[in-house]
């Protein structure tokens, strides 16, 4: 069975920082590409960044140079560092596996999420 554990979310102001963990359970962690997503209200998810197992990361032009994405394949966590956080990061955050090329979720399988809020 697979379990997505998103956490880290929480009130940030305009320029700073935080860190969201997920930690996954189920899934053939070290062999997958993995990815955030963000959800904001009344919206599909998009995908903000993944992790190809061989190390390669892919960030979306928004969050690019802001935002990295890192995995530790021995406690199966993926990571996201968010830094010059903007308004426009507040959103649900969730990760999945990626489909490496088209860069989709491989399943729809998707944990709870965890909750960024910013404030000016």
């Known amino acids: 069975q697979v379990q997505l554990v998103e956490s880290g979310g929480k009130l940030v102001q305009t320029g700073g920082s935080l860190r969201l963990s997920c930690t996954a359970s189920?899934?053939?962690?070290?062999?997958?590409?993995l990815g955030w997503y963000r959800q904001y209200p009344g919206q599909a998810r998009e995908l903000v960044a993944a992790?190809?197992?061989?190390?390669?990361?892919y960030t979306e032009r928004s969050v690019r140079g802001r935002f990295s994405i890192s995995r530790d394949n021995t406690q199966q966590t993926v990571y996201l560092q968010m830094n010059n956080v903007q308004l426009k990061d507040a959103a649900i955050y969730y990760c999945?596996?990626?489909?490496?090329?088209?860069?989709?979720?491989?399943?729809?399988?998707w944990g709870r999420g965890t909750t960024v809020i910013v404030s000016s």
């Open positions: 992790i190809h197992p061989e190390g390669s990361e």
């Open positions: 999945n596996t990626v489909q490496w090329v088209a860069l989709v979720p491989l399943t729809n399988n």
């Open positions: 189920g899934i053939d962690f070290s062999g997958n590409s």
